[in-house]
């Protein structure tokens, strides 16, 4: 019996961890702030036969530290000269001046890859490859 308590003891000490209280801030990672240059798109009609679509053109997306995030050659919001944002990190959210309430952009590092999601009716979203100045 005292061996299934030790057992179990020691099952417990190793599935702690130091850094339970504590999580990387996305925002202050050196993979996810700077330049990052967009290299497909993904538009679906609504019934998941979307796939993406490489771009013709130079569009960057750059992640600051101060919490904003600046575009180049690129809108946030059609029909709009906004290019500049403020990201949430805590929410994984950018949100221009342009979106009503409750409305935003979601965005995640997904394998190497930083993945816009637009609030679309269909998905929408945009992927960025990280520029290696």
Same mark, same amino acid.
């Given at each position: 019996m005292k061996s299934i308590y030790m057992l179990l003891f020691v099952v417990f000490l190793f599935s702690c961890s130091k850094n339970d209280e504590t999580t990387e801030n996305?925002?202050?990672s050196p993979e996810f702030?700077?330049?990052?240059?967009?290299?497909?798109?993904?538009?679906?009609p609504g019934d998941g036969s979307g796939v993406y679509e490489?771009?013709? %053109?130079?569009? %960057?997306?750059?992640m600051n530290s101060d919490g904003t995030?600046?575009?180049?050659?690129?809108t946030f919001c059609p029909g709009t000269q906004i290019v500049t944002a403020n990201y949430?990190?805590?929410e994984d959210k950018i949100v221009p001046s342009c979106y009503g309430d409750g409305f935003s952009i979601v965005?995640?590092?997904?394998?190497?890859?930083?993945?816009?999601s637009y609030p679309c009716v269909e998905?929408?979203?945009n992927k960025y490859e990280k520029v290696i100045e």
């Amino acid at each position: 019996m005292k061996s299934i308590y030790m057992l179990l003891f020691v099952v417990f000490l190793f599935s702690c961890s130091k850094n339970d209280e504590t999580t990387e801030n996305l925002s202050e990672s050196p993979e996810f702030l700077g330049k990052w240059k967009l290299k497909q798109i993904l538009i679906d009609p609504g019934d998941g036969s979307g796939v993406y679509e490489n771009v013709a %053109y130079d569009a %960057y997306l750059t992640m600051n530290s101060d919490g904003t995030v600046t575009l180049t050659n690129q809108t946030f919001c059609p029909g709009t000269q906004i290019v500049t944002a403020n990201y949430y990190a805590d929410e994984d959210k950018i949100v221009p001046s342009c979106y009503g309430d409750g409305f935003s952009i979601v965005y995640s590092l997904q394998e190497g890859n930083l993945i816009l999601s637009y609030p679309c009716v269909e998905q929408c979203l945009n992927k960025y490859e990280k520029v290696i100045e």
